[in-house]
């Protein structure tokens, strides 16, 4: 148990959901991001140590947030750090979102290395907590980030090739897990794979892989973790609301049929995709094959990708729905700090672990 007045505990999972669903990001698309069906449990089953923590008024809880801290490669080298996310206040609490500074302290660990979080472009009530923080954190942009939501029968342009594409088995464990390190170490914050079971819920025959004989050329796997987070679209406005009515001449334009309201979107994140040395052809073919396996179970996937990823220009020209996010480096006034902060134009943040 964490030693903090706002540790969390199992018993306030049902709390946190509360919260979590308390309010929407607004936009053209009024979407919650949820823990369902205990939000505390969620957290648990995340990849790393998850630190979570509430805050309250009497009884009541007010506020919540967590923090996963994780393994990754920074500078080629493993490193710890820390991402706080699930930062919330219950939108239906007049008062402030409860937490202090000692929140910030017990965020602190001389075991972590670098400290980040994720806002979304449309999350104002996040930003505005971050900003009261100012005098206390500093808060530095590394790079913008974008999650695209694709329909599999989207048309993708790859060469003609004499690889092999085929799903991974057991037999692939070795090789896999030694392409995704010696790979992920050449881009800053891809996690540290030491077993694929470490993702909740993810196997090896989740894995796609490109061969030119014995060697991995490209990989990436299936995902679904809605199992226990979604997303969930509480409202279209504006230009979707109209988009909406649409669905068939979207389809026929390339792009997902949007969903219904209040029902939880079911979907894979195309996860781990990486290539050898950043080769562009490799995640061609690799995404023009994997998506057609995805479309025998799914009308939709996701994919996220920093601005300076060399596919992102690839994945811009797709037709898709899409969502910003600004990602921050956080600098704390205690515990460690070397100064370590991640290259923004070679950093590879894992959409499914965000």
């Known amino acids: 148990m ?27 698309i009024e979407l919650i991001y949820t823990r369902r069906p205990d939000a505390y449990d969620s957290y648990v089953k995340e990849s790393g140590e998850a630190r979570v923590f509430v805050s309250k008024e009497g009884e009541r809880t007010v506020g919540t947030c967590a923090e996963i801290i994780r393994e ?17 206040k219950d939108a239906d609490f007049e008062g402030g979102v409860g937490f202090g500074v000692r929140l910030l302290r017990d965020f602190c660990r001389e075991d972590i290395d670098f400290y980040y ?19 206390i954190i500093s808060m530095t942009p ?44 050449k881009r800053d914050m891809f996690p540290v794979v030491r077993s694929i079971e470490q993702f909740h819920g993810l196997r ?33 406005r504006g230009i979707m609301k109209a988009a909406r009515m649409a669905n068939p001449l979207l389809s026929a334009l390339g792009y997902i049929k949007l969903p219904r309201e209040d029902q939880p979107l079911d979907f894979p994140m195309l996860s781990f995709f990486i290539t050898k040395n950043d080769n562009e052809d ?17 009308g939709m996937f996701v994919i996220g990708l920093p601005e300076n990823h060399f596919a992102a220009p690839l994945l811009d020209s797709l037709p898709s729905i899409s969502f910003e996010t600004e990602l921050y480096a956080i600098r704390l006034p205690w515990g460690k700090d070397g100064g370590l902060t991640p290259d923004p134009r070679n950093c590879h943040f894992e959409c499914g672990l965000l």
């Open 117 to 135: 979080c994720s806002v979304v472009a449309d999350n104002a009530e996040a930003r505005k907590m971050f900003e009261k923080s100012r005098r």
């Open 204 to 236: 090896v025959e989740d894995f796609y892989i490109l061969t030119d004989g014995d060697r991995i050329l490209a990989a990436a796997a299936l995902w679904n973790q809605t199992a226990y987070k979604q997303y969930v679209v509480k409202k279209y």
């Open 72 to 88: 990754v490669y920074i500078g080629g080298k493993i490193r710890k750090a820390a991402y706080v996310c699930g930062l919330k």
């Open 142 to 185: 590394m790079t913008a980030y974008k999650t695209y939501i694709l329909n599999p029968k989207v048309r993708v342009k790859a060469p003609e090739h004499s690889y092999t594409f085929r799903r991974a088995t057991e037999a692939d464990r070795p090789g896999l897990l030694d392409f995704l390190n010696t790979e992920g170490k």
């Open 2 to 28: 964490i030693e903090s007045k706002y540790a969390a505990s199992p018993s306030d999972g049902k709390e946190i959901l509360r919260i979590l669903e308390s309010s929407a990001a607004m936009g053209s």
């Open 282 to 298: 490799y995640y061609r073919i690799l995404l023009r094959e994997i998506k057609n396996e995805i479309a025998k179970t799914y």
